[in-house]
């Protein structure tokens, strides 16, 4: 680690796997200890010279000397090092090196000593705000939990969660941390999910109710069934994402770095030319000083690690950081249907009695023969029904796959099917009405024999209704500047279109295969617009690889999701769309100021420097304010999550 720049600029390069480890903190403490003991001696030197005996003034300038060595060979050998393997990453090392070095052979100790002693305290307090940063991050990969009380035979025994396996019961109380993705298979409670999916509210959860590592079990007692452990949970793999995208790097960035091998060379030319017109050594120094480029070096960095932490609170997970840049272009928005704009479950939108029937008496028929089924439409009429019937012991409930449910039992017959099926049995069912989702009859007769008519009651009129915050999400993107919006599904036209129109989009293309998907989202690419595509990762991985972004949806319960797509909803939550590319402009415009303006400062103070106005001291000093400037820039992107919620 340089003494220089490394806390600040090569630490916010450098991949964030892991915290600081001890050698690391071990080497910030002696960088620090160098500083301050090169200071000590400094002054020692300094009021020796000054007030001490004029026999001893040599002493005085060998302490002030060894001052200057002291806090200066370690950056002597990290730009010697750096020169040798070509690491761009020591060029504010190398700069600084040659600084102090001609310093020192004009017998200025003092500047020599002073110069690495300002930086090293100045980039002690940068890189505590990189950390800063940093820490947002690595709080989402501390959120496991320290440990698990497994279910034995023999009773209860807590466990490392490292131990665990698939097929583990656990006994999770209130208050305590998940510590691995499974089934609910005994009790209920309240979950929070927000440390993983960034959703406030909490999560209801029952018997066979999925559960992930990382969240907090918050009221009642439950048990269950380990699925997945370690970094296969949803966690895991989000933090393994999540460090894949660090590493990466966006098209801003990565030409920061094309260029820098010139700029080492470039300030020492201004610096030669400068010493060579005014013959004053100080001006070079200042001009090398001032010329040092760690506020290039942060401007990408810093700003990516606090739009992926912002994103992560947010849960939106930003698999490589170069979608940031696309996102931010983004003109045409492709959605799936089932499960992405919708619920992906049936809904009871409408009930039709025939005369003399009343509503409530047909719901309450159709939920007698739907208790004991898990057929969509049964689910959908169970949650219709506004109290369910009391079970009947005596009812017998036959499910006749394709057709219906039966249920007999006192004296009475009642039936919950298909038009065609009840019509088979002798009834004289009205037509179908107008609908473009599923309709299902209700019929009811006086006997439990098979040779009883039944008399229709009605009929249920169903469907797949869009999410509550859709249609605001599509007006919210339309606002951001999307100017088109295409609803994708292989579903039925007119499924499709009556979506389509709630939503207000631009066009619906329906009944396609996943393939044909894929081909919709060429055409789109190849008329020229930058397409993000969004959907649920499993039917839609074709598509979702295919456009300029991918958006998986619900990404926090599938493999698929977070491996087809660039960016990922944690959760099924619309909303989040105009978000992320809200996050996404904001991050590329903080990194195009962060750039300008180290830039515009860098230059001015070479040239100020050039000319006289700025010392090498005052060039220590100043040095600093630009990649203040940026690294306070860069945290104004941890507010953006703070102001969302």
Known sequence: MSTIATPASHQAQRSLDVPLTLAERGRIVVQLGTA????????????QREYGPEDLRSLADLIIAVAALIVAAPIFWEAIRGTITGDRNTMTEQLVALATLAA??????????????????????????????????????????????????????????DSLTAGDVLLVRPGDV?????????????????PVTGESAPE?????????????????????????????????????????????????????????????????????????????????????VVGCPVAFILAGPTAMIAALATASR??????????????????????????????????????????GVEPQRL???????????????????????????????????????????????????????????????????????????????????????????????????LADVPRPEAKQALAELRRLGLVRSVLLTGDRREVAEQIGAALNTDEVIAEVLPEQKLEVIRRERAQGRIVMMVGDGVNDALALATGDVGVALGAVA????????????????????????????????????????????????VAAASIGWIGPLMAAVLHNFGEVFVLGNSARLLGFAREEE
């Open 36 to 47: 301050m003991l090169a200071a000590a001696l400094l002054a020692v030197g300094w009021l």
């Open 178 to 194: 998940i510590a691995a993705d499974g089934t609910v298979i005994d009790g209920a409670s309240a979950v929070d999910q927000s």
């Open 363 to 461: 719901l309450e028929r159709a939920a007698e023969c739907a208790m004991a089924s898990r057929h969509p439409v049964s689910r959908a009429v169970m949650e219709a029904a506004d109290t369910p019937p009391v079970v009947d012991a005596s009812l017998r409930i036959e499910e006749i796959p394709g057709k219906g449910v039966l249920a007999r039992g006192n004296h009475r017959t009642v039936m919950l099917g298909r038009r065609e099926w009840i019509a088979q049995r002798g009834a004289d069912m009205p037509a179908n009405p107008d609908h473009p989702g599923p309709i299902v009859w209700v019929a009811e007769s006086d006997g439990d024999g098979d040779d009883a008519v039944p008399r229709p009651l009605g009929c249920l009129l």
């Open 558 to 605: 599938s493999d698929v999701a977070l491996r087809s797509a660039d960016v990922a909803l944690m959760t099924n939550d619309l909303g989040r769309l105009p978000l992320t590319v809200l996050l996404a402009r904001q991050t590329r415009r903080t990194i195009n100021q962060n750039i300008g303006i180290g830039l515009l400062i860098s230059v001015g103070f």
């Open 104 to 161: 020192m052979m004009t017998g200025n100790f003092v500047t020599a000593t002073l110069i690495p002693v300002i930086l090293n305290l100045g980039h002690f307090f940068e890189e505590r705000s990189v950390l800063g940063a940093q820490a947002a991050i690595e709080g989402l990969r501390q959120l496991h939990a320290r440990s698990a009380v497994l279910v034995t035979p023999d009773g209860e025994r807590e466990v490392d969660p």
């Open 204 to 288: 209801d959860v029952e018997v066979d109710s999925p559960v992930y590592a990382g969240t907090v079990n918050l009221s009642g007692l439950i048990r269950v069934r380990v699925t997945k452990t370690g970094k296969q949970t949803a966690l895991g793999r989000v933090v393994e994402l999540l460090r894949e995208a660090e590493q990466s790097k966006t098209p801003a960035m990565k030409l920061i770095d094309q260029y820098a091998g010139y700029y080492v060379p470039i300030i020492l030319i201004v610096a030669g030319v400068v010493l060579f017109i005014t013959h004053e050594m100080s001006r070079a120094v200042a001009v090398l």
């Open 314 to 355: 947010l849960g939106i997970l930003i698999k490589n950081t170069r979608f940031l840049e696309s996102l931010s272009d983004v003109d045409t928005v492709v959605l799936d249907k089932t499960g992405t704009v919708t619920l992906g479950k049936l809904e009871l939108v409408e009930t039709r009695p025939v005369e």
